[in-house]
């Protein structure tokens, strides 16, 4: 069964950075996607960013585009979130997914597996 371990959360002030990681496990398959999404207080889940391992295609949303960079090594199958001038409203568990199948759900793929969350605060 594919598993997937977040770290790297955290506080931070606003403007500052943090990087998450995701490690993938339990799989074999070399053309796959990792989803980065975020639930903060108060809303629903959203997509933030993913990429696809098989070429390093990525997607950010327009919410965290040019501040956020999400990178893999597909080898590995670590993928980083690159997270820069952290504001208060990035405040939320962000999860890890994997998606392996193409679909329309968000960023062109369905995500069947999810990471337990890491906790990111911005304070002001």
């Known amino acids: 069964q594919v598993q997937l371990v977040e770290s790297g959360g955290g506080l931070v002030h606003s403007g500052g950075s943090l990087r998450l990681s995701c490690a993938a496990s339990?799989?074999?398959?070399?053309?796959?996607?990792i989803g980065w999404f975020r639930r903060a207080p108060g809303k629903e889940r959203e997509g933030v960013s993913r990429?696809?391992?098989?070429?390093?295609?990525?997607y950010y949303s327009d919410s965290v585009k040019g501040r956020f960079t999400i990178s893999g090594d597909n080898a590995k199958n670590i993928v980083w979130l690159q997270m820069n001038s952290l504001q208060p409203e990035d405040t939320a568990v962000y999860y890890c997914a994997f998606g392996s199948r193409l679909g329309a759900m968000w960023a062109d793929y369905e995500y069947d597996y999810w990471g337990q969350g890491t906790q990111v605060t911005v304070s002001s």
């Open positions: 990429i696809r391992l098989s070429d390093g295609n990525t």
């Open positions: 339990g799989f074999t398959l070399d053309d796959y996607a």
